[in-house]
């Protein structure tokens, strides 16, 4: 898995996926996104034009602020440095699952290893130019 923190078990693509399970992977995300508000905004993720940005407070108050804060500590991580992360890459994760706008096999997608640090070198390839550029 590719880590962007330093810290042996602090990557991206596990904490996404971490986050992903939790919630019910991506039926039980697109609901908890809903909830808060945030269903356009996951739905554009899913499809197929532009993804819609979110702010890092409102990912954060979504997701469960309490979780990211646990996930951060358990992973040695500061949480101003994975809000940031986690609102300009989740955006570009889900895209990148949900193919032409598809769904289906989204969840093992991410269950697997090795399609996951795969999908993470793309994801990095277009996401670090958004951080940076």
């Given at each position: ?116 640090d795969d999908l993470m070198r793309d994801v990095l390839k277009s996401g670090l130019g958004k951080?940076?550029?």
């Open positions: 898995m590719f880590n962007l923190f330093g810290g042996k078990n602090a990557d991206l693509g596990g904490m996404v996926q971490s986050l992903m399970k939790e919630a019910g992977g991506l039926q039980g995300l697109k609901g908890t996104l809903e909830s808060a508000g945030l269903g356009d905004a996951m739905n554009s993720w899913i499809g197929t034009g532009e993804n819609q940005v979110v702010e890092e407070n409102q990912l954060a108050d979504a997701l469960g602020r309490d979780k990211i804060e646990k996930m951060a500590a358990e992973k040695g991580v500061d949480l101003k440095k994975i809000l940031p992360l986690l609102a300009t890459f989740l955006p570009l994760i889900i895209d990148k699952l949900t193919p032409d706008g598809d769904e289906a096999g989204a969840d093992a997608r991410i269950d697997d290893k090795q399609g996951l951080l940076f550029g």
